[in-house]
């Protein structure tokens, strides 16, 4: 395994964060989470509804580990809707610190809202942008267009365009006369020159003021050039309403991720173009993007087709048919999404790793459990192996009156039985038998932790 591989792991993403930082502390440029927002129907199936003050804890553990992650020139960018985004920004400011705020950046999500019983049409997501060091980054927007720059007259300045000479405030208010048609100019009303006399009259001769010969009434007598050599970036500001129209809504996500997999169940997917606008913003090809709530696998197939580095990581079982699936697909060269844009055409490769099971197999199987027969089996079988919280005790478990429990209350039950603290392998334990962790897996952990055998 090499330092430079392009992961997708499932497991836990607190315990997959932990368990990755001693290697990419301080290396991460980007990252880039679309957590669950806590809606209680927005498809988030790590639970089915938080509490308010239980998303906040759940988000606050994740992102406090997170930040080490982040090197000094780094960003953190986070999805949310209006639900929570005035928590988030209290809890980011927190952990990344106020004057770390970048901005908001407003994605457009649908024209109307399903149920609009208040006469209010909510429309937009909010794009949090926090940074390590705001002193140390700089983002870019949309790059510039140079189509009205031209050079018709073989100004050796090269190719220019006829500019706005005025600006609001200023010191240079005085008359300017064509010396062909007699026309004399003034600022317009509430503005000023651009220039002095004194630079007047430098920019005559240097053919930056050239004076008409012919002009029309509502014409100026004299054209100020702007030269495409002036302009000191190649790529506009990143505005904070960059995402407001149609091009990033819903629906463009869904149709992407039909046509790659046909219709499947994933509630509210970003479009690949939004992904692209992030990260082309904030990242260099090379960088590191770290993306902790995987979901549908955007953020690495952007990342991998903008010749990025990227890090996924995504607990439920769909991340074997949606997101390999998906990435597959990109080394393949598929053409959906930003494909053509960036002219991708395949390559690549990335390395697919679980955390090892410990007691959240058990979790997966309380879960998917249909019947309390079933879930008196488990609990047998978390009686002999399961790491069980120190204040359980199984003896002392009846039956009777577990029998007689609704599903969903007898599932809770066990649930509350296990410790968490061992959901996964520890890196410590894997070569205690009980996990039945094997030699060639052993061997792989630790050469990616760079342990010595």
């Known amino acids: 395994m090499h330092e430079d591989d392009n992961l997708l792991i499932k497991g836990n993403n607190l315990l997959a964060l932990y368990s990755l930082k001693s290697r990419y502390a301080r290396k991460v440029r980007l990252i880039y989470i679309d957590p669950p927002y806590n809606t209680g129907n927005d498809g988030f199936l790590y639970n089915d509804r938080f509490s308010h003050a239980s998303w906040f804890t759940f988000m606050r553990n994740r992102l406090e580990v997170a930040r080490d992650f982040l090197s000094e020139d780094g960003l953190i960018v986070i999805h949310i809707d209006d639900n929570e985004q005035a928590y988030l920004k209290v809890l980011m400011d927190g952990i990344f610190g106020r004057e770390n705020f970048v901005g908001d950046l407003i994605r457009k999500t649908k024209s109307t809202t399903n149920d609009a019983k208040t006469g ?38 090269g190719a220019w365009k006829s500019s706005d000479p005025s600006a609001r405030s200023g010191d240079y208010y005085f008359p300017i006369k064509n010396p062909y ?87 509210y997917p970003k479009p690949e173009s939004f992904a692209e606008l992030i990260i082309r913003a904030s990242t260099k090809p090379g960088d590191i993007v770290l993306d902790f709530f995987a979901g549908s696998g955007t953020t690495a197939a952007v990342a ?95 039956e009777d009156e577990f029998a007689n429990l609704s599903l969903g209350d007898a599932k809770r039950v066990l649930m509350d039985c296990l410790d968490t603290n061992h959901l996964y ?29």
């Open 120 to 157: 209010f049409n909510i429309q937009h997501e909010n794009t949090l942008i926090y940074a390590k060091d705001k002193v140390k980054i700089k983002l870019i927007g949309q790059k510039k267009t140079f189509e009205k720059y031209k050079n018709p007259d073989n100004d050796p300045n």
């Open 181 to 267: 048609t007699g026309r004399i100019d003034y600022p317009p009303e509430n503005r000023q020159w651009l220039f002095s006399e004194r630079r007047l009259q430098d920019y005559i001769d240097s053919g930056k003021i050239v004076f008409r010969k012919e002009h029309s009434e509502n014409q100026r007598g004299f054209i100020f050039k702007r030269y495409r050599s002036e302009i000191r970036s190649e790529y506009n500001l990143l505005g904070s309403l960059e995402g407001a129209d149609n091009r990033y809504m819903n629906q463009k996500a869904t149709k992407e991720r039909n046509k790659l997999f046909g219709e499947v169940e994933f509630a």
């Open 304 to 398: 991998h087709k903008m010749e990025r580095q990227w890090i996924a990581v995504e607990q439920m079982d769909y991340i074997r048919e949606l997101i390999k699936t998906r990435m597959k697909k990109v080394i393949e060269g598929e053409q959906g999404g930003i494909s053509k844009e960036v002219g991708w055409e395949g390559g690549g490769s990335f390395v697919y790793a679980e955390l090892a099971a410990s007691n959240s197999a058990f979790a997966d199987r309380i879960g998917s459990a249909k019947n309390i027969s079933t879930l008196l089996s488990i609990k047998n079988d978390m009686q002999k192996t399961g790491f069980l919280r120190y204040d359980v005790d199984m003896d002392a478990f009846d």
């Open 425 to 453: 392998v520890n890196l410590n334990s894997i070569g205690d038998g009980q996990f039945f962790v094997s030699n060639q897996d052993s061997a792989i952990n630790r050469l990616f932790y760079g342990i010595a055998e």
